[in-house]
């Protein structure tokens, strides 16, 4: 089965375990400008019904077949890290040549504001973990 993009396709292969020894094992390719074939994932489920073994090929299937977006592709994602890099540089360097109107004494620091959000992000993110911790359910929670 294949899902087809701008220049690239995908495969799932399967080979379900009979009722031998052998295992399921689903894997997938994709094939770059139809000269090159990488193995991107390997799964080999536990012992399972042969019901089970479908949905999960219908649910593999479905991933392949999803429409993939820009940050999908590795050089996009590094191109959009440099420009985002560089629009930090800049707006640093700018922060040289800007007049402040500070209210306080220590924002006349110059990169205050930068190393004062960097942190604030920092904060917030282990906040954000330990909130977590507080309000989160067991798995099995809405099982009941």
């Known amino acids: 089965n294949a899902a087809t993009g701008t220049s690239r396709d995908y495969f799932l ?9 052998d295992e399921t094992v689903l894997i997938s390719l994709q094939r770059i400008n139809k000269e090159k074939l ?4 390997l799964e080999i489920p536990e012992a399972q019904l042969l019901t089970a073994t ?6 593999k299937d479905a991933i392949m077949k999803k429409e993939f977006s820009i940050f999908d592709n590795p050089k996009n994602v590094k191109i959009l890290l440099i420009t985002f890099y560089c629009s930090l ?12 109107h500070p209210a306080f004494s220590f924002e006349y620091v110059k990169g205050f504001s930068a190393v004062y959000g ?21 798995e099995n929670y809405y099982d009941k």
């Open 118 to 138: 960097f942190f604030s992000c920092v904060l917030l993110i282990f906040l954000a973990k330990i909130l977590r911790l507080i309000v989160m359910k067991k």
């Open 13 to 21: 292969g399967v080979d379900i375990a009979r009722m031998g020894g």
């Open 89 to 100: 540089i800049i707006l640093l360097i700018a922060e040289f040549f800007i007049y402040p």
């Open 38 to 41: 990488i193995q991107f994932d």
């Open 54 to 59: 479908v949905r999960l090929i219908l649910h």
